[in-house]
């Protein structure tokens, strides 16, 4: 007569079988440094600290672009990035060496880098400088194909119509006296 218990037999068999397949698997997939310091693969710190620098902040322009770095500190732009609006310094130089162009905007892509923080924009803070940008070059009589760098010098954007203004104000106090 058949044994009435082979049904759970067969069955812790499976179960137990599967358990150790799971087991087993583990064992051997995990990789080796799996759960040195935590739930990850403590390998993984080393690798990522290997990896070769892409972006240098300002501090890797500098050395090579005093004149730049210290117009820009100065300005209203002094908090940004160059790397923002240029290309992360990895692309550009190495060591004391310049190995490629460093790209640059010009033309319609140079107004949608600057309109991309300046436009008015309803959610920015109120104090942030926002223009319309048909508005504004509409108030200034000049074609909306202007670029922003034929008014403002892009590293320091007030700089020069700040030097016009003064040159203004000087001239009517000439003309007063
Ligand atoms: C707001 C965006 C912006 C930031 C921030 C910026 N640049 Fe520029 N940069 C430009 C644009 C746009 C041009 C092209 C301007 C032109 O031809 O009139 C340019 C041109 C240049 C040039 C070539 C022309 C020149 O003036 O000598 C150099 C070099 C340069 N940038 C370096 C830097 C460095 C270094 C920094 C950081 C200290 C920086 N830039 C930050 C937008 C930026
Ligand atoms: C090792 C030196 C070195 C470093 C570091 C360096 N540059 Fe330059 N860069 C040069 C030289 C050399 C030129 C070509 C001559 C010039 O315009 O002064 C140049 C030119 C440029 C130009 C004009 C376009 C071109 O490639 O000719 C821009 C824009 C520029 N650099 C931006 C930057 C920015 C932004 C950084 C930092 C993220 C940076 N550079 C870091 C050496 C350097
Ligand atoms: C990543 C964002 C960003 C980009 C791109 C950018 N700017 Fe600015 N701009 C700023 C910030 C931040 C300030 C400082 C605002 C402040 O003082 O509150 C500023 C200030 C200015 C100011 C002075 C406004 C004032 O009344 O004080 C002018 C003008 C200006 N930018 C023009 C430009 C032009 C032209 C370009 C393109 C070449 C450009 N910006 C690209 C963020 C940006
Ligand atoms: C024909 C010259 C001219 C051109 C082109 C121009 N601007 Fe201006 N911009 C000015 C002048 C002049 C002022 C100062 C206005 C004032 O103080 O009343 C100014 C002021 C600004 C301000 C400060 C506004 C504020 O409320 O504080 C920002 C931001 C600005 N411009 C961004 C840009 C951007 C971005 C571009 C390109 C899309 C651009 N401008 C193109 C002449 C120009």
């Not at 790397?83 to 905007?105: I, L, Q, W, Y």
């Not at 203004?165 to 000087?170: E, G, M, N, P, T």
């Given at each position: 007569m058949e044994n009435p218990n082979r049904f759970w037999i067969r069955l812790t068999v499976v179960f137990v079988g599967i358990i150790a397949v799971v087991v087993l698997g583990r064992m051997a997939m995990l990789p080796e440094s799996w759960g040195k310091y935590g739930y990850y693969r403590g390998d993984s710190i080393?690798?990522?600290?290997?990896?070769?620098?892409?972006?240098?902040?300002?501090?890797?322009?500098?050395?090579?672009?005093?004149?730049?770095?210290?117009?820009?500190?100065?300005?209203?732009?002094?908090?940004?990035?160059?790397?923002?609006?240029?290309?992360?310094?990895?692309?550009?130089?190495?060591?004391?060496?310049?190995?490629?162009?460093?790209?640059?905007?010009?033309?319609?892509?140079q107004i949608g880098l600057c309109l991309s923080c300046h436009q008015k924009t309803i959610g920015r803070p109120e104090k942030f400088p926002m223009i319309d940008h048909a508005r504004h070059l509409a108030a200034q009589k000049v074609k909306p194909s202007h670029t922003c760098d034929?008014?403002?010098?892009?590293?320091?954007?007030?700089?020069?119509?700040?030097?016009?203004?003064?040159?203004?104000?000087?001239?009517?106090?000439?003309?007063?006296n």
């Open positions: 080393e690798e990522e600290a290997q990896r070769a620098m892409k972006y240098g902040t300002n501090e890797s322009c500098k050395g090579c672009h005093s004149e730049v770095s210290e117009l820009k500190s100065h300005s209203a732009h002094q908090r940004l990035s160059c790397e923002m609006c240029h290309a992360p310094v990895s692309e550009h130089a190495k060591g004391s060496n310049k190995f490629a162009v460093m790209p640059t905007k010009k033309g319609k892509e034929q008014c403002h010098t892009v590293h320091a954007p007030l700089e020069n119509i700040n030097h016009v203004k003064d040159q203004r104000s000087l001239k009517e106090a000439l003309n007063e």
